[in-house]
């Protein structure tokens, strides 16, 4: 094969590829559905009513300002508004550590199950990095259950008020993509 016919067959199959790629990313509407939920969550970290628990910690971990190597366990309620007595639509479980040295960063693998009417007994799961001295945050949505099934996507977080050092209320805005028909 000679250099010209080789450039007109890389031409070809880059051309090939870009038209495959676009009709396959205009057509992604019409097999997926875009689902926003925004809630709150009433972390409770001190008290009798403490959703939030210390279950382990480093050796290390007291000569850090981060809490570096702080593992808890959370069982969190959701709700419908910022006021701890609104509407419950769910509750958070999982686990959080603080996982970074220089600054209060966590790395959180929890479940949102949800228990209000619209989505009742299905779950998103987090995976990733929550910088908390960051203004809004950012995490990754990685699978789902029930109404989201194969979802995937992100959530927002932001610190929405922070009533003393136990009780701190968080915004979550969550953006799934979730198959039609499943």
Do not use: K
């Amino acid at each position: 094969m000679n250099s010209a016919t080789t450039i007109l067959l890389y031409v070809f199959l880059a051309i090939l590829t870009i038209n495959t790629y676009s009709v396959e990313c205009s057509s992604r509407s019409s097999y997926e559905t875009v689902r926003r939920i925004r809630f709150y969550v009433q972390d409770i970290s001190g008290g009798n009513n403490a959703t939030v628990w210390r279950v382990a910690q480093s050796n290390i971990t007291n000569t850090f300002a981060s809490s570096f190597g702080t593992i808890s366990v959370t069982d969190t309620l959701l709700t419908a508004a910022p006021e701890l007595n609104s509407e419950v639509v769910g509750r958070i479980q999982g686990v959080v550590a603080f996982t970074e040295m220089n600054q209060t960063s966590i790395t959180v693998l929890v479940n949102l199950v949800f228990t209000n009417e619209e989505y009742n007994g299905s779950t998103l799961t987090i995976v990733g990095r929550n910088a908390l001295n960051e203004d809004v945050r950012e995490v990754s949505v990685v699978a789902g259950t029930g109404a989201f099934r194969l979802a995937r996507g992100y959530a927002l977080t932001r610190t929405y008020a922070v009533h003393d050092q136990n009780y701190t209320v968080n915004q979550f805005d969550v953006v799934v993509l979730v198959p039609r028909g499943i």
